[in-house]
């Protein structure tokens, strides 16, 4: 063996070398593996007499309502000042910096804002205090915003905002028509039926299709809205039942018919609403923060559009919970802070402007009859009925694996490759291996 | 120069001239670095795929048990004995072999045209022409722009309503899982890619001296003859490490296909992005797994190019002199039948018995 060609070798190894390291950095976060003993703290380990600086850790703060009100906090208690630690906008990360805080047992983040889907995975693993019902009151909160933030009756966040699915319609093609704002699916199809003929180029409905958290949302509320469930009461996967069948049916047949455009197989939530302003499409499901731009002043539809409660098989349909909630760690210090400054953050006053400065839903029932609020936000009374009839997403811990084998199984069916029946049967098995 | 050697320790290092300890002391903060931050991680990414997160969740409270447990090789074995089976472009196979096929074929798919486009790239940068300089700028732009920027880009153009669709006047969904995204992944890798191939390319081109060419054109070699014959060969070694370094690039593809289509897509899922979504499952034994079958498979993949296209990523002369002089003083001894007296010193510096 010659020594160069060695030395070739060497070189070309180290090399390589180099192209792992992108990919171990991927996987080398959590070195440590955790002690046998988290997930053990308690309500009743809690001090929440202790007070002192805190840190709050949520997402990009784009409308700056919330370094506002920190301020105000920060100037009205000295002693307990609260630093807001910016995560990116991108849900996984924040989700993966919060995990490696978990992980560690670091409680650098004495509050974190959780997405209501992964309060299951971080309460499961012991990551978040449970609050206990004498510090903290959810009265007049959201039924189903409070619902989300539970895991096995147990109360591990406060919730901060909420979010629900609304139908945004063509207001001014519909009067054109005389026709009325549809409740159920088949309600739906006769308004289209006698609209569209004199549109060129619009298609029925369109939604959010495209493979990733959106579909399931989508997916969960066509099954809801049949009367068909995810999970069922006792948490049990239900997915092949008839109910659940002919909801996806409706999604399914609605792209074969060409109701639902082709394209809306690629469509996340501004795609679809893009579509909405370019006239693509007359009846659009959607999140409320759709209301501003599409009434805004750069819109083409802008003054013509109106919100209703999605529809559903035989009557209103059931929407898809989205939001975030309060959550404090287990490891943290100054968990009295940590109480007071979220009980401050959840006052009526605090909630109303964070509507209106951020458009985020508040978690208080009562805003939603607001004058002032509902003369902003039109359609406030339309988004109180979708999220008091609206249904969490399975509170599983392995909530990403869940997730996606429901995108699998709709998304084989959107596409036609798998027909509804095997495609949610195939699900029912997927899902009974991951819940147990 | 070989007769100047004195009989010294048998083992000596042929390519040594003495000053191995010093050259020690002087690289050794540089190693301790890249003990730290590349041995470690390598090691405690080994570590980390021999064990598996405690999945199990307590019926009664809901807690999940903590912890990890060792299960040796099974993460790499699950891919045989329990696999989880999607239906991407290959059938319906294990989630790992699917990205590791698809991991395949994009780097083949990729390398290939890349290699076609970057080398007629690299033959019209070399020619002499009115507007050059804005011709070479035009075609590095694409280099220039992270993958990730890229990728957000193509993902416009490739949008239902988007430019590609209009330009070809189809409606082809690009962003949805299917065949049409990997063709999606290639393109835009392509089109980013094939100047840095080109680049090197060009490079190359430019040490080919002019008299080579008009001796060609005297003897009345075609422009195809020369090319094959002249700029082909000439401009091999240039080209192989750079078709080399995409290689290994494309192998470890996650930026496109993460940025532009998705995760959880299996048409475009490389070991890459299942390794992040792995990660991302707190299934951290069975991500650091994959991203050890990828860094063998990279490495595996390294070793065919140097082995079979000889491909000489340190372009040093002197080792290759070396090389060269060993060899034929082994030829020479074979005929002479004799033992081979090997060259012992570099070449460029004389003597090392001095």
Known sequence: MTQPRTTRRVIAAALTVGALLATAACSAAPAASPAATGGTATAAGANWDEVGPIVYAQGKDTSGNLKAQIDQWNTENPNEKVTFRELSDSADEQRAEMIKRGQSKSGEFTVMSVDV????????????????????????????????????????????????????????????????????????????DKVLPGQSGMSCYGGQFQKYEGLTCNFAEAINSAGGAVLNAEGKPTVNTPEAVAGLTWMVEGFKSG?????????????????????KILFLRNWPYVWNISNGPKSKISGKIAVAPIPGKTGPGVSTLGGHSYGISTFAKNKGTAMKWINWMLRPENQKQQLQKA?????????????????????????????????????????????????DAAYAALQGQKDPQTALNDLQTKLESLIK | ??????????????????????????????????????????????????????????????????????????????????????????????????????????????????????????????????????????????????????????????????????????????????????WAIIIADVWKTAPFIGLLTLAGLQTIPAEVYEAAKVDGASAWQQFTRITLPMVKPALVVAVLFRTLDTMRMFDLPAGMIGFGKYFVETVSTLAYVENNNLRYGSAAAYSIILFVYIVFVAFLFVRLLGADVVGDDEVRAIADQRKRQKAAAKASGTKAKLAKTTVTSGSASS
Do not use: H
């Open chain 1, 117 to 192: 889907v992964w309060t299951a995975e971080f309460a499961a693993n012991g990551w978040l205090q449970e609050l206990p019902s004498d510090k903290f009151s959810t009265e007049g909160f959201l039924k189903a915003a409070v619902d989300s933030a539970t895991y096995f009756n147990k109360l591990y966040a406060m919730p901060s905002s909420s979010d629900g699915a609304l139908l945004y319609y063509r207001k001014d093609l519909l009067d054109k028509a005389s026709a009325q704002p549809p409740v159920t699916w088949d309600e739906m199809q006769a308004v289209c």
């Open chain 1, 259 to 279: 109701k639902i455009p082709k394209e809306a197989i690629t469509w996340k939530e501004e795609d679809s609403r893009q579509a909405f302003e370019a006239s």
């Open chain 1, 359 to 407: 458009s985020s839903a508040p978690v208080l029932e009562s805003l939603y009859a607001d004058p002032e609020l509902i003369e902003q936000f039109p359609y406030l009374p339309m988004l109180l009925k979708s999220i008091q009839n609206a249904k969490p997403r399975p509170k599983a811990v392995a909530y990403g694996d869940v997730t996606l084998a429901i995108q």
């Open chain 2, 1 to 182: 120069m070989a007769d100047s050697q004195a009989p010294r320790k048998a083992k000596k290092n042929p390519l040594s001239d003495g000053q191995g300890g010093l050259a020690a002391l002087l690289i050794s903060p540089t190693m301790a670095v890249i003990l730290f931050v590349v041995g470690l991680p390598i090691l405690m990414s080994i570590r980390e795929s021999v064990f598996r997160t405690n999945e199990g969740v307590d019926p009664n409270t809901g807690m999940v048990s903590q912890g990890e447990s060792f299960v040796g090789l099974q993460n790499f074995t699950d891919i045989f004995a329990n696999p989880s089976l999607v239906t991407g472009n290959w059938g319906s196979i294990d989630r790992l072999l699917n990205s590791f096929i698809n991991t395949t074929w994009f780097t083949i798919a990729c390398v290939t045209l890349e290699t076609i486009l970057g080398v007629a790239m690299a033959l019209i940068m070399a020619k002499a022409f009115k507007g050059r300089g804005l011709v070479r700028a035009a075609i590095l732009v694409p280099w220039a722009i992270p993958t990730i920027v890229s990728a957000k880009m193509w993902g416009l153009i490739f949008a239902a309503d988007g430019v590609m669709n209009k330009v070809i006047g189809q409606q082809i969904l690009w962003l949805a899982d299917g065949p049409q995204s990997q």
